[in-house]
């Protein structure tokens, strides 16, 4: 009956009965419906629980809904959960995730990846308060400007399959109040000058959004706002008046593609498309100030995260945990034929059109593409109308060299690493034009050298290979 109408968000009611090996728990009367955009056109099929859809209020293990997303067109069937991993291990507002085995009417339906739904149960969790408009995103969601009438942006209709508005308000829902969201949209709208940058300081996590960038970018997730207009949440924080930029639907990465794109070798500085308008990209980037920490991002997720030599053990675990039940899962088979094979092959090779790149091999190829790109990227000279720095060689590897002009006393010298942490620091005397230093203990890296020079502060960026 369920599915009579794939396209139908009806739940039926159901009984839900949780194993956790040493023992169960049974809930009553819990709704049961189909999720998903294409996935409701697959045979095997993603599911939504409600534990107070027919219960209000209900809860289960601090929870009200739970998601069962089914990885029909992934043939390793971890890339979705290993994304909320990266994103966990970065610092950014966890959204949890496991693996279960999925049983109906006592038949097994395969193996499933359980994810958070996002409320204002996970608000509170993960921000301490759930009072502010949530924006859940689909395509084309792309924050262009198109006037200050909220019904403007209310009439854009969500390019799924199930419809609804492209930005669609998941909380406060009966205010229906966008003048949140317009006044996002205005400020992007205007400038990239001085008064942007700190209007949208203001109302954006921008550090947070860049962050976020930097990891769909590192794990080539195309099927996000800058380059597809599609999958994020916006949340406007009761607490500190901004918006925070979460991404979701995240498995289109590590190597899967539909639209004919290398992501492994993908330019991480020139990401998102320019045949459309990105303002939430292309005006940030703009920014000196914001490339420039989007930048040590990248090569910090780059050299602590995707880097092979830290992540394939982590991807061996995930491969491990699920094989038995991946193997035992026939609906896998159904939609691109996956076998047994295709299953192992899919974490170091080619399986077919959509998928071709292995997932060891994609970020084989994009950790090191990446630091070659931020290698290579041209680093500005910082100019501002007291004095000057230049630094060359510019990438470095043992000694470096800064020119300095126009110090009027005896100045310090400090050098950040990605983190900001203060790594090495020294004086430069006032009439020393040129110095020279050994980096040679520094790890391979992103850092910034700053001078102080009575108050005014000057920096500029070197690579350490």
């Not at 809930?27 to 534990?51: C, E, M």
């Not at 500005?380 to 109308?385: G, T, Y």
Request: glycine fraction near 4%; include cysteine.
């Amino acid at each position: 009956m369920i599915l009579t109408d794939v396209l139908s968000d009806h739940y039926f009611q159901a009984m839900f009965v949780f194993d956790y090996g040493t023992g169960s728990d049974t809930v009553q009367q819990v709704g049961f419906r189909l999720r998903g955009n294409t996935s409701r056109f697959s045979q095997k099929k993603s599911f939504k629980i409600s534990f107070n859809e027919y219960v209000s209020g209900r809860k289960y293990k601090g929870i009200k809904k739970m998601n069962l997303n089914g990885q029909h067109n992934d043939p390793t069937m971890v890339r979705e959960k290993l994304y909320y991993d990266s994103w966990t291990k970065a610092g950014m507002a966890e959204r949890r995730t496991s693996f279960v085995k999925l049983f109906v009417n006592n038949d097994y339906f395969g193996l499933y990846t359980n994810l958070e739904e996002f409320d204002k149960e996970w608000l509170e969790r993960v921000y301490g308060e759930k009072s502010g408009n949530l924006y859940k995103c689909t395509y084309p969601a792309d924050l262009v400007y198109l006037g200050t009438n909220q019904q403007l942006y209310k009439n854009i209709n969500s390019g799924s399959s199930t419809g609804g508005r492209a930005y669609d308000l998941q909380t406060n829902e009966t205010e229906d109040n966008y003048s949140d969201l317009v006044d996002l949209i205005t400020t992007l709208n205007r400038t990239a000058d001085a008064t942007f940058v700190s209007l949208i300081k203001q109302k954006l996590n921008v550090d947070s959004f860049l962050k976020a960038f930097a990891i769909d970018v590192a794990s080539g997730n195309w099927d996000d706002y800058m380059y597809n207009k599609n999958n994020y949440f916006l949340y406007h924080r009761a607490d500190t008046d901004k918006f925070e930029f979460i991404s979701y639907d995240t498995d289109n990465t590590f190597g899967v593609d539909w639209v004919n794109r290398d992501w492994a070798t993908r330019n991480c500085l020139d990401w998102y498309t320019h045949s459309q308008p990105r303002p939430l990209a292309s005006k940030i980037l703009s920014v000196p100030e914001f490339m420039e920490k989007y930048q040590r991002y990248l090569d910090t997720i780059a050299r602590t995260i995707i880097n092979p030599n830290i992540i394939f053990s982590h991807i061996d675990s995930l491969k491990n945990l699920i094989t038995e039940a991946a193997i035992a899962d026939t609906f896998r088979t159904l939609d691109y034929g996956y076998t047994v094979a295709d299953f192992h092959n899919g974490f170091i090779s080619t399986i077919d059109d959509h998928t071709p790149y292995g997932i060891k091999p994609f970020l084989t190829k994009r950790y090191t593409t990446m630091l070659q790109q931020l290698a290579t990227a041209s680093v500005p000279e910082v100019i501002h109308n007291k004095f000057l720095i230049r630094i060359f060689p510019n990438p470095v590897d043992d000694i470096i060299n800064v020119q300095i002009s126009a110090l009027r006393i005896d100045s310090k010298c400090t050098i950040y690493d990605a983190t900001g942490r203060s790594v090495k620091s020294f004086v430069v005397p006032r009439k020393q034009a040129e110095i020279s230093f050994f980096v040679n203990e520094l790890i391979p890296g992103i850092y910034t050298l700053a001078i102080d020079n009575e108050g005014q502060i000057n920096s500029s960026r070197f690579v350490k290979r």
